[in-house]
């Protein structure tokens, strides 16, 4: 079982190292095509909030690469320095993106209704399930009792939250690259060459949560066989 896990969690992880190489490079590509509208990243999230009736969010810039996001707290647009202030296909579609998630809000998309009321207790169990699953692997081959088990079992059941937060994640993406696409599309922002780099672009960006997923599911089954298979 060891074994065939690492083959696994292998492959998963070169599997991701390869998304996100790709992920870098589509946006490295397509960030040389410049929008013909002139457009930055900011303008463009803020008319595509004006255009779905959305006043109350802001559209702010963050530090970093990639770190764009939409925080439904205080309900602002977060784009990376990069992406707020250039004016390229991959710009475009990350900016319309982080917006397509304001929208999700705004009209309480119920898989992002979902997702957001889990977050506290995946901040939680993201924190403490391996913790739980070895020290009740340990406790239960040193003192040889059941307590061990149950403590295994309760990092089990946690991690098991946080894959099932990355499965979720999953719909609240996708939806957010649909709309935002759909969006651009219908209010003719790009040309048909931008348009196609910004399709990709969102496309190859889905695939980490993708990748995300599987890994959490691989580790959980195999945590747990380990746990379930000690009481054997």
Request: charged share 15%; glycine share 6%.
């Amino acid at each position: 079982m060891d074994f065939t896990y690492l083959i696994i969690i292998g492959g998963i992880a070169l599997f991701s190292w390869l998304v996100s190489a790709r992920l870098k490079s589509k946006f490295a590509h397509y960030s040389k095509i410049h929008l013909r509208n002139g457009m930055s990243g900011a303008e463009i999230a803020e008319k595509m909030l004006t255009d779905n009736g959305i006043y109350d969010v802001k559209v702010i810039s963050t530090p970093g690469q990639l770190t764009d996001h939409y925080n439904p707290i205080n309900k602002t647009v977060n784009l990376s320095e990069a992406v707020y202030n250039q004016r390229n296909a991959a710009a475009a579609a990350v900016a319309a993106h982080e917006c397509g998630h304001a929208v999700q809000h705004a009209q309480a998309y119920s898989w992002l209704t979902m997702r957001s009321r889990m977050v506290p207790l995946v901040n939680i169990s993201s924190s403490m399930s391996q913790w739980l699953i070895m020290g009740g692997l340990i406790l239960g081959f040193a003192v040889k009792t059941s307590i061990g088990f149950y403590v295994a079992v309760a990092g089990l059941i946690l991690m098991a939250i946080a894959t099932t937060f990355s499965f979720i994640t999953l719909p609240v993406e996708y939806d957010a690259s649909n709309r935002a696409l759909a969006w651009l599309k219908n209010k003719n922002m790009l040309s048909q060459q931008e348009f196609a780099g910004a399709e990709d672009s969102l496309k190859w960006a889905a695939r980490t949560y993708v990748v995300a997923a599987l890994g959490a599911l691989a580790s959980l089954l195999y945590w747990a066989f380990r746990i379930l298979g000690s009481r054997d």
